[in-house]
């Protein structure tokens, strides 16, 4: 049974850094693009970062570059995105999510945690 689990979210100040983490188990995560999604509320969900398998190629939605930084450790299965100088419209819940090199969608999903930024 693939899980994802995240944390590291919760309630900052605009202007300060959270570093959100995922667990994955049930899956060879080495064989996944793994990505990070947020969905504020009333909004649809939107890719915010993603890593290859190897990490060596990695992507970003306009919004978070230069401020977020995705990365993953192969060896104990995690992914992360380190978000710095948060901002009121960082708010949402945040997803991990896995997607085999055979798939244009992401399988599997995290449940969530919610990163709350005011202002």
């Known amino acids: 049974q693939v899980q994802l689990v995240e944390s590291g979210g919760g309630l900052v100040e605009a202007g300060a850094s959270l570093r959100l983490s995922c667990a994955a188990s049930g899956l060879t995560f080495s064989a996944y693009t793994m990505g990070w999604f947020r969905q504020a509320p009333g909004k649809e969900r939107d890719l915010v970062a993603s890593i290859s398998r190897s990490g060596g190629y990695i992507t970003y939605t306009d919004s978070v570059k230069g401020r977020f930084s995705i990365s993953r450790d192969n060896a104990k299965n995690t992914v992360h995105l380190q978000m710095n100088s948060l901002r009121p419209e960082d708010t949402a819940v945040y997803y991990c999510?896995?997607?085999?090199?055979?798939?244009?969608?992401?399988?599997?999903w995290g449940q969530g945690t919610q990163v709350t930024v005011s202002s």
């Open positions: 999510a896995a997607k085999s090199v055979a798939s244009v969608s992401y399988r599997y």
